[in-house]
């Protein structure tokens, strides 16, 4: 019975997959034009593989896009004032890491992980406001946007950032002792302290490790972009999450993993870049009305599709428990 309900568990995602996938091949005629639309899903598959170990625990981390937002703006003010690019870059990234450490505080004094992160997305999105005073900084050195707008063996350096990112981070979840933790922790969180699971340092770790991801990420972003922005990043924790949601982790914990994340991704983007395609309207039948596909509208039906995978998940979480 418990096989039967997995199986039915990967149906919806497959099934979604197999539609995004049909939408692109009718609307696109040249490969390359997704491939290169694809950059961004790229940096936001990297945050979602340390938002599926954070998820598992039962935690969100809603301050990614924060992240991003002050460490772009700690590189481009390190570069103005005469940093190599390197060294501006480590800097985004430690400011990252340094974002990460400061969730993982708050958290470690008790305060839950959703209230503590929206509290901190706000802290960080003002101060990248506050030391860039609403400016971006453009002008960057070609060597450095190579990095967000080259390829490396006919593919964009995006998915080699997801590639590393989600094999480390597959290695930890799924082949460690620590990894296996976040299970139970998901599952019950009391009973896991009881069972000797260093709960608080395992958090984190992975708030820590969410924030360091953030400040790379920040750092392709901004190449790609070919400016330092204090705005970077805006949005996208809720895609983030979104990606892990739709490919079957649980918003409550202890169940999902990286491999349903990469089918999240993959639903994801496949339906965005092929609603992007499709400009027509949209007569309902029932009113005679049309619909344009715009940017709002696609927000709207992707929004409506991670609301029924995630009923979808729970649903089935529950009947298996029961």
Request: charged share 10%; hydrophobic share 55%.
């Amino acid at each position: 019975m418990n096989r039967i309900r997995s199986a039915i568990g990967w149906l919806l995602p497959v099934v979604l997959l197999a539609a995004g996938a049909a939408l692109v091949a009718s609307q696109v005629s040249r490969p390359a034009a997704v491939v290169d639309m694809w950059r961004p899903w790229g940096e936001i598959g990297a945050l979602a593989c340390a938002m599926t170990a954070i998820m598992l625990t039962g935690g969100i981390d809603l301050s990614v896009g924060s992240t991003m937002a002050l460490s772009s703006v700690c590189f481009g003010l390190a570069w103005q004032h005469g940093f190599a690019w390197p060294v501006a870059a480590s800097l985004a990234v430690a400011t990252g890491l340094g974002c990460g450490i400061g969730n993982a505080i708050v958290i470690a004094t008790g305060v839950p992980p959703l209230v503590a992160t929206l509290a901190t997305m706000a802290l960080y999105a003002g101060a990248a406001l506050a030391l860039s005073g609403g400016t971006r900084v453009a002008g960057l050195p070609e060597a450095f946007c190579e990095i967000g707008q080259g390829s490396t063996l006919g593919l964009p350096n995006q998915f080699w950032l997801l590639a590393v990112v989600w094999c480390v981070a597959v290695v930890f979840v799924h082949h460690t002792r620590f990894g296996r933790y976040l299970y139970p922790i998901g599952e019950n969180r009391i009973a896991a302290r009881f069972a000797a699971i260093p709960v608080r340092q395992l958090e984190g770790c992975l708030y820590a490790a969410s924030g360091l991801l953030a400040g790379l990420v920040a750092v392709v972003y901004t190449a790609r972009g070919g400016a330092a922005v204090p705005n970077a990043g805006a949005g996208i924790e809720l895609q983030t999450i979104a990606c892990v949601v739709m490919g079957g982790t649980r918003v409550t914990g202890g169940s999902g993993g990286l491999g349903r994340t990469l089918l999240g991704l993959a639903i994801m983007s496949l339906l965005d870049i092929g609603l992007q395609f499709v400009s027509h309207e949209i007569r309902l039948p029932w009113s005679g009305a049309a619909w344009q596909l715009s940017a709002n509208a696609r927000l709207i039906l992707l929004g409506s599709l991670v609301i029924g995978v995630a009923i979808w998940n729970e649903r089935l979480s529950s009947r298996r428990i029961g």
